[in-house]
């Protein structure tokens, strides 16, 4: 498959480790916030997405945790699975825009 | 349900060329969004039709054009190709358009100019 980018961070875990992506986002009124996940020769997919009224949201297997006071985001995924290998990507809306602002991605390896 | 189709996959012009690549969208889906993927600046939103109208535009100069058919299918035309344009084109279709979440993207046209 073909490579999304050069230079990514690189996060490299083992199977059955739980995994921690950090985001540091941009603008201060960012209010909605989604975690895509890119795999190698596919577009972004959405895994999943957080407003700004909450700090924490559970989905299977990852959750998302927001931090507004530094802008920053993280995405945990637990129990990582080697189908988790991919680019991740932090994206960031405000003020009820739907086009979004992504973040540079990172890369996570998960070694069987 | 068929995914978003992009095509042509890959493709490779010379410096001064023109290219349109071809954005199918899932069945129903009435918005699409072009986006530029390069390891230099990421993702990046060039623009988005609904309804055969460009209703949203980045930040991209004016030799990146796109336009929409009746079928919801899209093209986007980069004229006067330029080496930097060098990049991952990727499509993404969603119902409306009015929310993030929803939109799905294709795979992607790699295109490279030399």
């Known amino acids: 498959g073909e490579s999304v980018g050069l230079h990514l961070p690189t996060l490299s875990v083992q199977e059955g480790d739980n995994s921690i992506i950090n985001c540091a986002y941009s603008?201060?009124?960012?209010?909605?916030f989604i975690w895509y996940k890119q795999e190698s020769g596919k577009g972004p997919q959405f895994i999943i997405d957080?407003?700004?009224?909450?700090d924490k949201r559970q989905g299977q297997r990852v959750t998302v945790l927001l931090n507004k006071t530094v802008k920053h985001l993280s995405l945990q995924i637990a129990a990582t699975q080697p189908g988790d290998s991919a680019v991740y990507f932090c994206?960031?809306?405000?003020?009820?825009?739907?086009?979004?602002?992504f973040g540079r991605g990172t890369s996570l390896i998960v070694h069987p | 349900k068929a995914g978003v189709t992009q095509t042509p996959r890959y493709l490779i012009k010379t410096r001064g060329q023109q290219v349109t690549l071809s954005c199918s969208p899932i069945?129903?889906?009435?918005?699409v969004s072009w986006y530029q993927q390069t390891p230099g600046q990421g993702l990046q939103f060039l623009f988005e039709?609904?309804?055969?109208?460009?209703?949203n535009k980045g930040n991209f100069p004016g030799r990146f054009s796109g336009r929409q058919f009746s079928n919801s299918r899209s093209e986007m035309n980069v004229s006067t190709l330029e080496l930097g344009d060098s990049a991952l084109y990727l499509c993404?279709?969603?119902?409306?358009?009015?929310?993030?979440?929803?939109?799905?993207f294709g795979p992607g046209t790699r295109l490279t100019v030399t």
């Open positions: 993404a279709s969603s119902l409306a358009g009015d929310t993030a979440y929803e939109q799905y």
């Open positions: 603008n201060s009124a960012s209010d909605y």
């Open positions: 957080i407003r700004s009224n909450m």
């Open positions: 994206a960031e809306l405000s003020g009820g825009s739907y086009i979004p602002t």
């Open positions: 069945s129903g889906h009435r918005s």
């Open positions: 039709y609904f309804s055969e109208t460009q209703r």
